[in-house]
């Protein structure tokens, strides 16, 4: 509740009764979790004592209670009030990161994240639908937070239309926050107990036998791994290598056999015209036909080298570990402010939504302007194509050594099939084939030869979403 109650003063002597009456509501509610808890109830039941008693604080409010799981990183519905069972099924294992709607950001930074308004927030990009439809337009999330700083999942508000919270709503998600810890943190050490007693029911020569097992069993397992990794790395590797420049010969086969073509045409007509000049037959009418063909044979043959030119340029910047670029410092924040400003006549009316700390981080500049030029570059000429609005989301901040990007578009996204093709060389979903289908192979060559990073297609549902990481001294 507030700090201070001198707000209490000011209302009338029925409201001031109405406010105890709440709180002491509010009390005993809470009081009533921790008495299910000490009892063992199961703690879906707990939970959901917990979201219905929430609503004595205010009638209007809903709420719901997501379990982080934290070796998949994915959020799973436990407990909700006056939320839509098919809103709640929807958010069944959406994995965390920056700006995924307000819980899966508050799992992921571990703060509390307030979103007033749906509707415009890029947090809410890829997932606005859904929660329109299920009737919200508000959600505040408070990050379930143990003693040892580890996310138990989060605790979240919805109000039906847009809303800020004031004092008392804060200080009221973070006690329920709080108490949910308190529930998770008696369950996982229930749990540990009756893990550590079934143990303790094992004689040491069981244990002792099974631990030899187990490392004789480990040892031929390493042994094996060894010898299939090298042998996988080595056959992806020769795999790749077929699957580009096969590829890159079938794309350059076109212009140069045009070019071929034409100059092989080109010899035929100026022989022609040599011979009708050594035996005096040629003609004015001759003569300028003869040459019209020459120069449009010509203009062919220009036009095919210079198509396996361009190609030539493409497939180099494939090769991007013979880069020569240094790393410098700089902050992100301006860098991402500068892309969206240079940008601004590729996006036109496509809206560029920037969200990062003010940090300076140490890397290849220019390399890492490569990467996001070339994923908003395919946002709107794929994921927005045939479309007159789209909404790009980028959010970067730092998480332990690495830089963390969180790339994502409410475009039309990938179907399974191409979203296995995405990285391949040579694939595109343009239908004309108007694009060579090296973009997402150049951005990650850049980030692993160069950034030393990794780039990782996360499932969204609409549009998509990409998390990129990279090592990198932050300051």
Known sequence: MPSSLSFINDLSLERQLDYWQRISALEEGRNQVLRMAARGRPLNDILDTLCRNAQLHNPELRCSVL???????????????????????????????????????????????????????????????????????????????????????????YYAYPKSPNEEDLKFIELSANLAAVVFENERNKKELVDANEKLNQTLDERTKALETANHELSLLIEQQADSHLSHLSSEKSATANILFSGFAHEISTPVGKALTAASVLQEKVAKLQDAAESGTLSKQNFIRLLDDISQLSQL???????????????????????????????????????????????????????????????????????????????????????????????????????????????????????????????????????????????????????????????????????????????
Not at 119 to 141: D, R
Not at 358 to 382: A, G, K, P, T
Not at 470 to 475: A, E
Request: glycine share 8%; charged share 25%.
């Open 67 to 157: 379990r982080l799981d934290n070796e998949n990183h994915t959020l799973h519905p436990v407990a909700a009030v006056s939320l839509p069972d098919d809103y709640c099924q929807a958010l069944d294992g959406v994995e965390i990161g920056l700006g995924v709607g307000s819980c899966g950001t508050a799992a992921f930074t571990k703060k509390r994240v307030i979103v007033e308004d749906i509707n415009t927030h890029p947090f809410w990009v890829q997932y606005k639908s859904l929660a329109l439809a299920a009737g919200v337009q508000s959600c505040w999330s408070e990050p379930i937070s143990g003693q040892g700083g580890e996310i138990f999942g989060t605790f979240a508000v």
């Open 301 to 475: 043959n220009y036009h095919g080298l210079e198509g396996a030119g361009e190609l030539l340029e493409k497939f180099k910047k494939v090769r991007s570990e013979s880069s020569t670029e240094e790393s410098t410092f700089f902050s992100i924040k301006q860098l991402l402010s500068k892309i969206k400003s240079a940008l601004a006549g590729l996006l036109k009316d496509y809206e560029l939504d920037i969200d990062a700390e003010d940090f300076e981080v140490e890397c290849n500049r220019e390399s890492l302007w490569q990467v996001l030029y070339q994923l908003i570059e395919n946002s709107v000429l794929h994921g927005f194509k045939d479309r007159e609005h789209g909404r790009i989301h980028i959010s970067a901040m730092k998480v332990g050594k690495e830089l963390v990007i969180n790339y994502q578009d409410d475009g039309k996204g990938l179907d399974k099939d191409e979203a296995i093709k995405l990285f391949d060389p040579f694939f595109t979903t343009s239908e004309k084939n108007t694009h060579m289908g090296l973009g997402m192979t150049t951005v990650a060559n850049v980030l692993s030869s160069v950034l030393q990073g990794r780039i990782v297609q996360k499932p969204a549902p609409v549009g998509i979403r990409f998390e990129i990481r990279i090592p990198t001294k932050l300051y």
